[in-house]
């Protein structure tokens, strides 16, 4: 399976609304609900942030939230803070019993 | 609290062989799979494959198949990555991280991550 496709960068200012696109096909994204997004800032691992698509663990704010629409998930995140900034991957299972992540996106607040 | 704790960082020559573990506390490891990740330097996440503890199954990334070696030891609760036939382009952070759910048949989502296990391939 080739790695979702996401766009390398987006940008907002604080407060404002930004969404990311994560595109895949028949065979992940758009074959199952096992969407889920990871946030990455520098020097750390990922950290677990939507699950289902459109799920919140415990303790993730409510400012980031989940869609999917046929093969293109998306997450946006409102309210932008400063302590947003950071790399953004989706992710899928696959009808390969795999697993399957974005290329990344690097959003910043500007 | 749940966290996965991993070796220590590594080098080896092309050609030569590494094996990394990952001991998770804070819960019942043979409940939940374990993925392996990978991240080139200034790269992605590559998912490399999961293993389900309570029975030895396992899915790998086919690009990876021949490889790589997963296997967990339940009387130590620990997961292993072995990876063969380095190549300078394994140079990578690689970790290990929990399902979300418990008894999953297959990868499904990480919500626990190991702090990562720096490989440096070189000659």
């Known amino acids: 399976h080739s790695a979702l496709t996401q766009p390398a960068s987006v940008s907002g200012s604080p407060g404002q609304t930004i969404t990311i696109s994560c595109g895949g096909s028949d065979n992940d994204v758009g074959a199952y609900n096992y969407v889920s997004w990871y946030q990455q800032q520098p020097g750390k691992a990922p950290k677990f942030m939507i699950y289902d698509v459109n799920k919140r663990p415990s303790g993730v704010s409510s400012r980031f939230s989940g869609a999917k629409s046929g093969n293109t998930a998306s997450l946006t995140i409102s309210g932008l803070q400063p302590d947003d900034e950071g790399d953004y991957f989706c992710?899928?299972?696959?009808?390969?019993?795999?697993?399957?992540f974005g290329g990344g996106t690097r959003l910043t607040v500007l | 609290q749940v966290q996965l704790v991993q070796s220590g960082g590594e080098v080896r020559k092309p050609g030569a062989s590494v094996k990394v573990s990952c001991k998770p506390s804070?819960?019942?490891?043979?409940?939940?799979?374990i993925n392996w990740v990978r991240q080139a330097p200034g790269q992605g996440l590559e998912w490399m494959g999961w293993?389900?503890?309570?029975?030895?199954?396992?899915y790998e990334a086919q690009s990876l198949q021949g490889r790589l070696f997963m296997t967990t030891e339940a009387s130590t609760t620990t997961a292993y990555l072995e990876l063969r036939s380095l190549r300078f382009d394994d140079t990578a952070i690689y970790y290990c991280?929990?399902?979300?759910?418990?008894?999953?048949?297959?990868?499904?989502?990480?919500?626990?991550w190991g702090q990562g296990t720096t490989v440096i391939v070189s000659s």
């Open positions: 991280a929990r399902d979300f759910r418990q008894f999953m048949l297959h990868p499904y989502g990480m919500d626990v």
């Open positions: 992710s899928s299972y696959t009808t390969s019993s795999t697993f399957v």
């Open positions: 293993i389900n503890p309570y029975n030895g199954n396992s």
């Open positions: 804070g819960y019942t490891f043979i409940n939940y799979g």
